[in-house]
C-alpha cells in the first residue's frame, strides 16, 4: 500500500539525483507500466519535468528494441540485466544506443562480465541499481561517471540504508548482512497480510530480503537475495554470483 505522495517522492530522489532526467530528455522502459520500476520511468519521472517517453504495446524483443531506438531516439533506456544480455547477444548495430546517455538495469544483480561487455560493445554507460516494489523504485544506484562493474552502487539521495546481521546488530564494511532501507516513499504495509508486513516493515526500515556487503568507499555490493545464501566451511557463498562469474564470497 502507497500513498500518493509516493509517486512525487521518487522523481524527487532518483530521478532527480541519479537521472538528472530534464525536458529535453525521452525515456523507453523495457518493463511496462505494471511494474513499479516501469511506472517511475515511464510516467513519474518524465511526468515530473516535462518530458517525452515511448510506449511501446508490442512484446520486447531485439528487433522491436531497434526500431524504437533508431525512431524515437531515447536518451535514457531501461531494461533488466536479462534483457541486456539478450540484446548482446542478438548482434545489434554498435551504433544502436548513440541516442542514449545512460542505460538503466534494475530487478536482478548485474553481472561484472555482462556490464562490461555491454558497455563497451555499444559505448554507453550503464547505471545499475537495486529497488522494490516496497520502496516504490531504486534507492541504491551507480552514478553517472561512478559506475563500477559488479557493484550496485551509492545510496540514493533521501534514503538511508543499513546492514544488519541475522541477530539484528549492525556488521562492519566488508562483511555481508541483511539489507534494510528507508526513505519517504516506502509503503506503508501489504494489504490484509499483517504478519508479513510487521516482519519486513520495522519502524522506519524496511528490510529488502537482499544480503548486501558495504565498502569502506561506500558502494554497495549484491550478494544475492537471502534466501540464496549458504554457509560452507565458515565462508558465505552466494551461489548465484558465483555461476554468473562474478566470483564473490565473503567471511
Known sequence: MHRHGSLRDTAETYARDVLVIGPDDVTFSVAKFFF?????????????VGASTVLDRSRPSPAGTVRVLQEFRPTLFFGGPTYYAALLAADLPQDAFTSVRACV??????????????TSTFDVEMLDGIGSTEMLHIFISGRPGRTRA????????????????????????GTPGNLFVRGSSAATGYWCRMATTRL??????????????????????????????IKAGGIWVSPPRWRSGCGSTQR
Not at 513499479?36 to 515530473?48: D, E, K, R, V
Not at 538495469?105 to 555491454?118: C, Q, V, W
Not at 568507499?217 to 537471502?226: A, N, P, V
Open 105 to 118: 538495469s534494475a530487478g536482478e544483480a548485474f553481472p561484472a562480465p555482462l556490464f562490461e561487455r555491454f
Open 36 to 48: 513499479a520500476y516501469g511506472l517511475g520511468n515511464t510516467l513519474t519521472f518524465p511526468f515530473s
Open 200 to 229: 519486513v516493515f520495522q519502524g522506519d526500515w524496511v528490510r529488502t530480503g537482499d544480503t548486501y556487503v558495504r565498502g569502506e568507499d561506500g558502494f554497495y555490493t549484491s550478494l544475492g537475495r537471502t534466501d540464496d545464501i
Open 150 to 173: 559488479g557493484a550496485t552502487g551509492e545510496i540514493v539521495a533521501g534514503y538511508d540504508a543499513k546492514i544488519l546481521d541475522d541477530d539484528g546488530n549492525p556488521v562492519p564494511d
